[in-house]
């Protein structure tokens, strides 16, 4: 098991990235590098039987060509090479290899932090600490998305329940940045909803702070110029005329948030009782 771990963890972070390597299919390797593998963990017996029943009896790897294997699914080499993380160099290798290039071990981070969690809590703890230092050398997206990840890994974990007092300075750091992420724009849109949930989930309250916006009272202009007939691609046939003229329309005063509501802020709310029976 410790040489197919090593394998998986090596080919996941020597595989080429390219149009093909998000798939679901593992990384191709030649059966030379399981050999190695083998060799470097002490593996005793024939190598070449040890491949083989790997190959045609456990289904462990897949033969692609001659000589030329892969894991039967992405996932499970990503499960392996999380395994391996935690079990070697815990917890700056993972956290080094994240920072270098977190697209690359996005889906390895969080099983590593699970993994390492449900054994000693305290372990799950330490390798958030080590991928979210600060890093001057590390780019705000990534630090961003490696937050977003030990934040995820840490609620499914329930690393946090119950917060203990030395891990509430790490918490706060993961807070902050979670909020930056979404006021700075630093992440895709979904990766940016994801981190505005997390902090409301590790917040414990309805919304990113209290901060609301007034909008007040005026007038906007809505409604579109193009004729009436106008085909709108994607859009039904009466699209056009049902939003032409151009009309000035009046709105009230009101109050916003400043963050959007994500399901996990409106399920608290909903939970608090703020939603009655109708």
Known sequence: RD??????????????????????????????????????????????????????????????????????????????????????????????????????????????????GSRVPDAGWRLIDSLTE????????????????????????????????????????????????CEQGLLAVLDRDEAANLHCMLAGRWAMGDSWIHVPAGHFWMGTHEHPETPLPGFGKDAVSLESPVHKVGSSAFDIARYPVTGGSYGEFVASGGCGER
């Open 3 to 116: 040489a197919v771990e090593t394998l998986a963890y090596r080919v996941h972070g020597d595989s080429v990235i390219g149009d093909s390597w998000r798939t679901s299919e593992g990384a191709l390797f030649q059966a030379g590098s399981m050999l190695q593998a083998l060799r470097d963990v002490g593996g005793k017996g024939s190598a070449e039987l040890v491949l083989d029943y790997l190959h045609q009896r456990s289904g462990i790897l897949v033969e692609e060509a001659h000589d030329l294997f892969r894991f039967p699914h992405r996932t499970y080499q990503e499960f392996l090479a999380a395994c391996y993380a935690t079990n070697h160099d815990f917890p700056t290798g993972l956290s080094e290899q994240a920072n270098r290039d977190v697209e690359r071990w996005r889906e390895v981070v969080p099983v590593a932090v699970l993994r390492a």
């Open 134 to 181: 600060a890093d001057g050398n590390v780019s705000s997206s990534t630090k961003a998305l490696l937050a977003v990840l030990s934040a995820r890994a840490l609620i499914e974990g329930h690393l946090h329940e119950p917060l203990e007092s030395q891990y509430e300075p790490l918490v706060c750091r993961l807070k902050r940045t979670l909020r930056e992420t």
